[in-house]
């Protein structure tokens, strides 16, 4: 089992450059099964979550190539097989399998998808939108059957604006039959990220980006060449650690626009930020003040933030408030955080955080991804060592993060254990 050590309370400096977006290519992995041919996918980041679905598509006799931040797939000699617990177990994103082998086969057979523990995760929205394009879904013994004679396009308006149930919706819409629109799609860029994708293999995708999304559905897909966007959530999480620990922090390939909610933030509570086109600069020169933040779809404040972020909210000034929206148990990092020296309450979906208090490092867990990245910020910024257990959630996120941390100047390594 693998530890990572860390010694705080170092003044850091220098360049961290942001990878690409897990969420995306988490998505247009899968994506790429839709077309006949070979597609190649740019500025994929080395982490857990990428192998895991190397291991699904060499299962599904996909032939996958992995070079230095690219992947080549080669989808010629696809094979539809259910897809067992042991590989859908080990990410969320397993479930965009379903919709692939769906819209390519009109039938597919899964165990139900894994990935962090931070609340019940239901999937009635993707399962409501494989129905409405005419499939028929059989759920027995943890495993999911879905099958259509005919996949036509159809009006689904989404309950809520669910990132996995909108990639699901159109990874099957760009190749049933006529026209399928998604009301009440969600916005975030990732989605964007796909729709160009297909639209480059031959799908007939508009609106993405929007909250009404246009399909029209097609025979067929040829592979292509893409550039996957940079992760805004892993630039979010050094943007903070810049304005907690940074002396002068270039957070280097990121898309304000992306993180705007994050910087908006940080900026309103006297954080010190330049931005620039494709990067910013931040330090930790000014106190920070308190704040009250609620979790939100983008452009709100993501929730994959949120438990940084309260790590952060505990070195600043007064009594800061974070609710979380999104997901029902999303403060697992808490306890954590408390034994640290933090002062927290977190009751249901709210949690109160009295600041600042110092910390000092101890041993913790990382019960899920995010939370892993919330103890990282607080080891960074406490006194002492802090030991991080079970860091392969973390490491299921963040490529190289002891190379991006060291280069600044922290003093972090991995142990195994
Ligand atoms: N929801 C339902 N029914 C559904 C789908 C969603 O009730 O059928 C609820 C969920 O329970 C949740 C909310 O809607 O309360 C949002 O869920 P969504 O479907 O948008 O999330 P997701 O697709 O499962 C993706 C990211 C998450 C990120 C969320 C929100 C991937 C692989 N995962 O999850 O990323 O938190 O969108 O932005 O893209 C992470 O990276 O740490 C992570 C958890």
Do not use: W
Not at 20 to 38: C, E, F, H, M, Q
Not at 139 to 155: P, S
């Amino acid at each position: 089992m693998k530890s990572l050590k860390v010694i705080g309370n170092k003044n850091l400096n220098g360049t961290i450059r942001i990878s690409g977006a897990k969420n995306s290519a988490v998505a247009l992995i899968p994506g790429t099964l839709l077309a006949s041919g070979v597609t190649t996918l740019c500025n994929i980041p080395n982490i857990l979550d990428i192998d895991a679905l190397e291991d699904t598509l060499n299962y599904l006799n996909v032939k996958v190539t992995r070079a230095s931040g690219s992947i080549m797939i080669d989808t010629t000699n696809l094979e539809n097989k259910e897809i067992p617990y042991e590989l859908s177990k080990r990410l969320r994103a397993s479930y965009y399998f379903m919709a692939i082998l769906l819209a390519r086969f009109n039938h597919m057979e899964m165990a139900m998808p894994g990935g962090c523990e931070i609340g019940t995760r239901p999937i009635d929205q993707t399962l409501k939108a494989f129905r409405l394009l005419g499939a028929e879904i059989i759920e027995r013994d943890e495993k999911i059957i879905i099958k259509a004679d005919k996949l036509i396009g159809n009006t689904i308006n989404l309950d809520m604006p669910s990132v996995g149930a909108t990639i699901n919706s159109i990874l099957v819409a760009v190749k049933a039959n006529g026209k399928t629109i998604i009301t009440n799609a969600a916005l975030e860029p990732e989605i964007t990220d796909l729709c160009l994708m297909l639209n480059k293999m031959g799908a007939k995708i508009s609106g993405y980006g929007t909250k009404e999304i246009e399909i029209e559905g097609v025979e067929s897909l040829d592979g292509t060449n893409h550039d996957i966007i940079s992760d805004r959530i892993e630039a979010g999480t050094y943007t903070m650690i810049g304005a907690l620990c940074g002396t002068h922090i270039k957070i280097d390939n990121i898309i304000p626009e992306h993180i705007k909610s994050l910087t908006d933030t940080l900026s309103l509570m006297g954080a010190h930020i330049d931005i620039h086109d494709d990067y910013l600069i931040i330090d930790n020169q000014n106190t920070l003040k308190s704040m009250e933040i609620k979790t939100d779809y983008y452009p709100g404040f993501p929730t994959d933030l949120q438990q940084p972020f309260t790590a952060l909210l505990t070195q600043c000034e007064g009594i800061s408030q974070m609710s979380e929206n999104i997901y029902e148990n999303r403060f697992m990092n808490v306890p954590y955080l408390n034994r640290m020296g933090a002062h927290i309450d977190a009751i249901g979906r709210t949690a109160t955080i009295y600041g600042p208090t110092k910390l000092a490092g101890c041993e913790v867990i990382a019960t899920d991804l995010r939370a892993g990245a919330s103890l990282l910020v607080a080891a960074l910024v406490a006194d002492g060592e802090t030991t991080i257990k079970e860091i392969n959630h973390l490491l299921r996120g963040y490529e190289e993060i002891v190379e991006k941390l060291t280069n600044v100047g922290a003093k972090i390594e991995i142990e195994e254990i």
